[in-house]
């Protein structure tokens, strides 16, 4: 059971929660995730950790509404709790011991930037961030973002504000720019299909690029499998092994026919769930 | 001597058409007539060659005796001072690789049913009220990780001796495999959780959603927490693949996550619970354990219209519980014995359409003593199913053991502990169950659990 201290909708469809759990903040680090569950009979489901606060033994997690369960998490409250929240589960992400990394991220994922440009700063990397979104009422946590990085590139599709393209387009332009603006290591979380953009971009750059896979999870903690991505031709559970992989090794397409082998019944479960919403409504 | 009825008195079992339709449990257990009409086969043997057979050693004849003149009270505690998950063992154990194997009646008819009167007295103890109560007098407190039988014995066991004990159980809810692995038909959930609870009023605290080795490490709990000593019985949970082309396909999965899907998060109730699971129309199950029988009985459950166990070896080396296959048998499971799987066959569309085997026959003995099987050349062909289903096997899980400095595993990654003490390389940390073992029983693991507690005890005293 872990309380929610703090909600508070960032976009019409992604939440922000700062919840207690002391244990979990001790432990964080960049890259990992927790596993939720919100009632019982409930699934459980992996929510990369945005970021941790040991002091005050708090940790925060942004939840994008796309399913069922995501959907009730969304609807919580400040004061309510959350039935189960496990982890740190997963790596943490390999960092270099020098040099500049760019943080990429795309909708939701930006929030993981957070524990990350914190964590590169402290260890007194050079950081840039470059977060997307379709338009400008989507982009998140850049506010929060721009005084943990030495810079913040902000992207929308339709140039509402920032950069006019995608994220990936932004980074190949800091990429060939050279010099300071470009980067030695990658680490990009967010869609699978902006992931794998970013893969492209800095394929044949020499340039290490990590991706931080969002396959469905049962456990988390390494015992169904169910979490295998292909990584170098080889399986791997993203659970324990990951979730960050070399973006230049992981077999995209894989990843997203496998991420909708439920597709069928998440969107039963979403239907009933709002059938049963306007039937309390009325 | 009055003469014996040679054969055993049959379980009374639900209806296989019934049963293979819903989640309940299918064998009734004895009433008690039946049961004291079985009680009464037992010869008394001076030596009790079936105590041998026994891991925990159950004083057999004594408890089945006290079944047969009416005692079951002095039946029940009897066979808990010996065995501490008697209703639990007596559904689960492979008994006719155990006590009944050596029953002396089994030389020319039918052993005792030891199980199933294991199975009635214990039944019986949990009709009536419990009657225990803390009495947590000691200073030493005990970090037990994982809630599966290792652990849940070790940490009763420790209780009664009085020492304060937390167990810390990685997922939200304790029991293990006995949780998560055993379906409903073959070991009802409320047997479990009256087993839990029955520690819980000894004063077991038990913490779930904590992951030892991430959410606080092995030197935090001897540490910073000062737990006394710690017992590891995290099981061997990681499932294992085939390593054939096509794994990666939709609707091919673990028999851990199938089972998981179903067991734990209550898949068999989707849409009603959250957790979705597949129900393919046909289904093959590859392996031939109890992990292998259980999945293949679940999707039968789950509507399949064919259930297929697909096994590269014969029938001789299944090493599932004989009553599980016959039970199975009976509900319709097919078994393809000697068929070996060579691919997962895409059905153009990222799923499965069908598995690629191969037929063997058997060849002279491996390293294993069984005998090896050996391809039959030319005779490939494929399976037509939807779905496929990896029972082939787990080894121990390795989040505690990357993250903790001096423990030292074999190379399958079990843990290597004293076999006398059941202490780690680690000094105050003692480990039992399947992450010593590998993959093997309930009623082993529970044994590891029981002696692991007697030794920490030992430990503690020596250190005073
Ligand atoms: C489907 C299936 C059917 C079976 N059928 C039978 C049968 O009929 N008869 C029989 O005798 N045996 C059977 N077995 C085998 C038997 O269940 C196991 O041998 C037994 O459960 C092992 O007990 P254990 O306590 O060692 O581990 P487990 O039961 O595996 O429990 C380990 C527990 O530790 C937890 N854990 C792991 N790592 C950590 C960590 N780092 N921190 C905190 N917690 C952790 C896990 O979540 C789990 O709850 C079956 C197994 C399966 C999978
Ligand atoms: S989610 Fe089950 S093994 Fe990774």
Known sequence: MAQILEARPLTPVTKYFRLAAPLIAAAAQPGQFVMLRVREGGERIPITIADYDRAAGTISLVVQQVGATTSLVCALEAGESILDVAGPLGMAVELPARGHVCGVGGGFGSAALLCLMRELRRRGLATTAIVGARTRELVILADELAPLCDRLEVCTDDGSTGFRGFVSQRLAQLIEAGGASRPDQVIAIGPMAMMRAIADTTRGTGIRTLVSMDPLMVDGTGMCGGCRVTVGGKPMFACVDGPCFDAHEVDFDVAMRRNKAYQAQERQARDRLACMAQREAR | MPIKRLDKTPMPVRQAG???????????????????????????????????????????????????????????????????????????????????????????????????????????????????????????????????????????????????????????????????????????????????????????????????????????????????????????????????????????????????????????????????????????????????????????????????????????????????????????????????????????????????CQQMTLGEPDASGRARPLPVAGSEFVLPVESVILAIGTTPNPLLTRTTAGLATNRHGCLLVDERTAETSRSGVFAGGDAVTGAATVILAAGAGKRAAQSIHEALQARR
């Open chain 2, 18 to 356: 019934l049963r293979a339709h819903d989640f309940a449990e299918v064998n009734r257990g004895y009433g008690a007539a039946q049961a004291a009409f079985e009680a009464e086969r037992c010869l008394r043997c001076q030596d009790a060659v079936c105590e041998d057979g026994c891991p925990v050693r159950v004083p057999i004849p004594e408890f089945v005796h006290r079944v047969a003149t009416g005692d079951l009270r002095g039946a029940a505690d009897l066979l808990r001072s010996a065995n501490p998950l008697p209703a639990i063992c007596g559904r689960v154990c492979p008994q006719e690789s155990q006590c009944e194997s050596r029953c002396s009646m089994a030389r020319r008819f039918e052993p005792v049913a030891i199980g199933h009167l294991e199975r009635f007295v214990a039944d019986w103890e949990r009709s009536q009220p419990p009657t225990v109560a803390p009495n947590l007098t000691r200073s030493e407190r005990i970090a037990i990780v994982g809630a599966g039988p290792a652990g849940l014995v070790c940490a009763g066991a420790l209780a009664r001796l009085g020492y304060p004990v937390t167990i810390y159980e990685a997922l939200h809810a304790p029991g293990g495999v006995l949780r998560y692995g055993i379906p409903e038909f073959r070991l009802p959930k409320a047997i479990l959780d009256w087993e839990i609870g029955l520690l819980q009023a000894l004063g077991v605290e038990i913490a779930c959603n904590v992951i030892i080795g991430k959410t606080i490490t092995l030197d935090a709990l001897m540490n910073e927490m000062g737990y006394a000593a710690v017992f590891i019985g995290t099981g061997a949970g990681l499932p294992r693949f085939l390593g054939i082309p096509g794994e990666e396909l939709n609707g091919v999965m673990s028999a851990n996550e199938f089972l998981t899907r179903v067991n734990l998060m209550r898949g068999f109730e989707f849409p009603e619970a959250d957790t979705p699971v597949q129900r393919a129309r046909r289904v093959a199950v590859v392996g031939a354990g109890n992990t292998a029988m259980d999945a293949v009985r679940t999707a039968l459950r789950l509507g399949a219209e064919r259930a297929l166990i697909v096994y590269r070896r014969s029938d001789q080396e299944m090493s599932a519980r004989v009553e599980e296959y016959h039970h199975a048998v009976e509900e319709g499971v097919e078994f393809h014995w000697l068929t070996n799987p060579l691919e997962v066959v895409d059905d153009g569309h990222g799923w499965v359409g069908g598995l690629r």
